[in-house]
């Protein structure tokens, strides 16, 4: 979050400030000192997706959030098997509520897929659409993955040719914008993602994965 604030001397002019990018509960932290003084006016607190409030209204959203899913994040990876034409994929969803962090781990077989990066591209879409089921709206999604293709095609720093894989995107897509999600996608060397990646791996054995648990 971000404050944007005016600051009244009593004996010189008034003049702005806007604050460095801090947690919530720093923000708040911040807000409760500089009230202290009784010379901040005009208050308004941002966010990372542009949205403001005032504090009144920032007060009541941090009690909301209390009771909502937060600081979301989301590791896929997809593998495909040439010689059977199947694919694995492997998903792990964290996410945080009334002060309790959880972890969905989640994986499947699919058989109607045609290359490696169309299984990447399905397992950030299951991702997806678990975020989707957890009912999230309006919120940063932090994604992990280690194909270059999805995350730089997706992000648009690489044009997609492809019209599967564009179907892909347009899924994803739609999902996002209909649930105003932002999403930061990284990619990651595939050892910082083995998790995911045994996950797919594990479905393409015939080993499935379905678990929540707090973690």
Known sequence: MRLHFQYKHPALPSVSFSS?????????????????TGRMKELKIEDDMGQTWTLKEYKKLLTKAEEQKTNLQIHFDGSFNPQTSQSGIGVILTYQEAGKTYRVREN??????????????????????????????????????????????????????????????????????????????????????KEADKLASQALEGVAVQSKTEI
Do not use: F
């Open 108 to 193: 499947a077989l699919l058989n109607h897929l045609s290359s490696n990066n169309e299984a990447e591209y399905a397992a950030l879409y299951k991702g997806m659409q678990l975020v989707d089921e957890l009912g999230v709206s309006s919120q940063n999604i932090k994604i992990t993955g280690d194909s270059l293709v999805v995350v730089n095609q997706v992000t648009g720093e690489w044009p997609c040719y492809e019209e599967q894989l564009n179907k892909w995107i347009d899924k994803i897509e739609a999902l996002s914008e209909r649930n105003k999600l932002k999403l930061d996608l990284k990619a990651v060397r595939r050892n910082d993602n």
């Open 20 to 36: 460095d990018w801090m947690p919530e509960h720093i923000s708040l932290k911040m807000i409760q000192d500089i009230e202290k």
